[in-house]
């Protein structure tokens, strides 16, 4: 749990988006001032009632600076690219398509259940964790609108 507290670089990782290419999360955190590391599945009823929120969060900064990585815990395909386009997500998926117990990003994030998330700085400094609908959209007030 130690190497993702708040103030911690991520841990790093690389796995294939929705066409196969391989994404690296410190290219992403490299190209934008603040990334959502979004940890979701297809049958996650919360995380999937919470995309309208991070949509509008995504539409009002990505031109600011933000952008949005979403990692599935899908282990299959068809759902998993089922869900994002009905939810219409136009940031960056992953998935490796792994089982909970053999899926590396589930350890190293130290994930306890899918709904989760990171909002990270410059070089993937960990700025909080968590946080969803208006407590997203004031974060990114506070850090992108107040600066």
């Not at 290219?27 to 934008?32: G, I, M, P, S, T």
């Not at 309208?52 to 031109?63: C, E, Q």
């Not at 136009?90 to 990171?118: G, M, P, R």
């Not at 609908?133 to 850090?143: A, F, N």
Request: overall charge negative.
């Amino acid at each position: 749990m130690e190497k993702v507290e708040i103030g911690k670089i991520t841990p790093d990782f690389e796995m294939p988006d929705m066409n196969g290419n391989l994404i690296k999360l410190s290219d992403l955190c490299n190209k934008a001032d603040f990334l959502l590391l979004e940890f979701w599945g297809s049958t996650c009823g919360p995380y999937r009632k919470d995309h309208p929120n991070i949509l509008k969060a995504y539409n009002k900064y990505r031109n600011k600076g933000f952008d949005i990585l979403g990692v599935s815990l899908d282990t299959e395909k068809e759902l998993w690219l089922k869900a994002i386009e009905q939810d219409g997500l136009k940031w960056t998926n992953v998935c490796s398509l792994a089982e909970w117990k053999d899926n590396s990003i589930v350890y190293n994030y130290a994930l306890s259940q899918v709904h989760q998330n990171f909002l990270l700085g410059k070089n993937g400094k960990i700025m909080a964790k968590n946080i969803h609908g208006e407590e997203l959209m004031q974060k990114l007030e506070d850090l992108i609108d107040n600066n």
